[in-house]
């Protein structure tokens, strides 16, 4: 056979050898059970296990996708260390203990806010509560999608205004920790999926957070997008990583033109920043 005729068969053989040797010895072994053995406050976590596996972390069961994987989160004052337990479909069972690194939480001052806002009368009080039922109730959805699975981008950029798990006062008096991550925009910039999803909540005008509306990707994972000035999608929809959903506002309690997003994995509160970073 000629030289150059040979070349490209050549060529793909070297190519596949490569691949193959680059792929790690551990990631082939079927019987692993995966977890990182540390993570911080906050964090999302994504382990592997065996295809077939029962999978518990307290008193949860967690869902196991076809290729093993599996997904929790820890919340923003867990203490740790937490432990995963894993049967495997033959019997034999494995734990996995996950160390938490704590986080230092300052306190973020929010002054100017609509004094009805922070001190609500009882009528508002009730539709608040009515309303975060709604969206409490939206988070519940656990399917087998692994969007989340797939990455994370941000859905704007812009300057980081308020950061996840930091202990707010508003006009001094003091309120939950934050549950989100705050991008600071114009208002009308648009607002991109930061990972696939369905649609599970599509508000307009929430009392605190203004134009809402809740991703889910999978496995219990969730993002929250508030104060929003338009919502460009609606329940059920599928969105594809990318997909503009809406735009950033300044609806509800806020003093100025930032888009909030938040993450839940079910009812337990994670950090965006923390999931961008993941490698």
Same mark, same amino acid.
């Given at each position: ?22 792929? %790690?010895? =551990? /990631? ?5 059970? &995966?977890?990182? *053995? $540390? !993570? ?79 001190? %609500?009368? =009882? /009528? ?5 509560? &009515?309303?975060? *039922? $709604? !969206? ?31 202990a707010r006062s508003y006009n001094g ?94 009812d337990v509160r994670v950090d965006p ?7």
């Open positions: 056979m000629p030289l150059l005729r040979r070349l490209p068969l050549v060529c793909c053989c070297l190519i596949l050898a490569l691949f193959v040797s680059a792929v %790690p010895l =551990a /990631a082939q072994d079927a019987g692993d059970v &995966r977890f990182p *053995a $540390q !993570v911080q406050q906050g964090s999302l976590v994504i382990g592997k296990v065996p295809a077939g596996s029962q999978v518990h972390y307290r008193d949860r069961a967690l869902r196991v996708s076809g290729y093993g994987t599996v997904v929790l989160g820890v919340g923003r004052d867990e203490a740790g260390p937490v432990q995963v337990e894993v049967t495997r479909a033959d019997g034999s069972r494995q734990s996995a203990s996950i160390a938490i690194t704590p986080r230092d939480w300052p306190v973020e001052r929010v002054n100017g806010v609509p004094p009805a806002t922070v001190n %609500p009368p =009882a /009528a508002i009080a009730e539709r608040i509560r &009515r309303e975060q *039922a $709604q !969206v409490t109730e939206a988070r519940v959805r656990d399917d087998d999608r692994v969007d989340f699975g797939n990455g994370f981008i941000r859905p704007v950029e812009g300057r980081i205004s308020g950061r996840f798990g930091r008096q003091p309120g939950a920790p934050h549950s989100g991550m705050d991008i600071a925009a114009p208002t009308g910039t648009p607002v991109k999926a930061p990972a696939a999803g369905i649609v599970t909540f599509a508000g307009p005008d929430l009392y605190l957070t203004g134009g809402t509306l809740l991703l889910d990707h999978g496995h219990g994972v969730s993002s929250n997008f508030l104060h929003l000035s338009r919502i460009d999608a609606k329940v059920g929809d599928r969105v594809e990583q990318g997909q503009i959903i809406g735009a950033v506002g300044a609806t509800g309690r806020a003093t100025g033109p930032h888009l909030h997003w938040g993450m839940n994995w079910l920043q923390l999931v961008l970073e993941r490698p």
